[in-house]
């Protein structure tokens, strides 16, 4: 995710400038070629953004050293009912192996529905919290899933809240500036500029609801024992808890909770 935010501040607004100041010059069909050979090499400029910032890191030695990425949540095209029922069966098993000596594990749980900072604490009360997950509902686009780090509850979500609103804000600015850029006479400049300015739209959007501390979470992973996951698992804002004994840290496990709209399945990518 980095990386692709480093594409979308670098690499994007730089392309946006290029064509703006093309569409100042040429015919529209020559300018319309050029748009086409130069979005073919923001792509590649993506590209080589992506193998830039991989560079040394060598994945496949880092994983070896500290372990591989364990995946927590509901699948890509799989059912939800059933990802919610072998989350009841797996809390079950772990619950029954609380007296040969589990402890505390790590687990993601999903709500029912979206929620405020404020209502988390009777739901996550008890137990550690280590983030939480929330997006923007009822936007006719598809607004973005953030990772919000809560050791606090309901404060953390908050501060947390107003540092994704003000990054909204910077990004709405951004897209208008880039918008502002091209001409609205030009079809292929006008396809662009419309882009940018419904990014620029969601982006406020976002920025509005969470500066207002919008009802916006939707999953939190949390660190505790079988018995007191079982607990949380039973309140009426909880739609499942799935137990990851196998995450040692969080940093090298991704969680993909259901959003609370979808009833039956996660769409394929």
Not at 11 to 33: D, E, T
Not at 96 to 113: D, F, H, I, K, M
Not at 234 to 257: C, H, K, Q, Y
Request: charge should be positive; charged fraction near 20%.
């Amino acid at each position: 995710m980095r990386i692709h935010r480093r594409v979308d501040l670098i690499v994007v607004p730089r392309l946006g400038r290029i064509f703006a100041a093309l569409g100042a010059y040429g015919s529209g069909r020559w300018r319309l070629r050029l748009f086409t050979v130069l979005g073919l090499a923001g792509c590649a400029a993506m590209l080589v953004t992506v193998a830039w910032a991989s560079r040394g890191r060598a994945p496949d030695e880092r994983t070896a050293a500290v372990g591989p990425m364990v995946h927590v949540g509901v699948g890509q095209g799989q059912s939800i009912p059933q990802y919610v029922s072998s989350s009841r069966e797996e809390l079950k098993l772990l619950r029954g192996r609380q007296n040969a000596g589990v402890g505390e594990t790590y687990a993601l749980v999903s709500l029912g529905s979206y929620l405020a900072p404020d209502r988390l604490t009777p739901v996550l009360g008890g137990v550690a919290v280590a983030e939480v997950y929330a997006r923007v509902p009822g936007a006719e686009a598809q607004t973005q899933i953030v990772r919000i780090p809560a050791f606090r509850v309901p404060e953390d979500v908050v501060s947390g809240m107003l540092t994704v609103a003000v990054r909204k804000e910077i990004e709405a600015g951004d897209f208008r500036a880039l918008a502002s850029q091209l001409s609205e006479a030009d079809s292929a400049e006008e396809w662009l500029r419309q882009n940018y300015l419904g990014g620029a739209s969601v982006a406020a959007l976002e920025a509005l609801a969470y500066r207002s501390g919008c009802a916006c979470v939707y999953a939190a992973v949390v660190r505790a024992t079988p018995a007191a996951l079982d607990r949380i698992a039973a309140r009426p804002e909880v739609r499942s808890v799935d137990p990851a004994p196998e995450v040692t840290r969080i940093d090298l496990a991704v969680f993909l909770a259901p959003l609370p709209e979808q009833s039956w399945g996660v769409p394929p990518a």
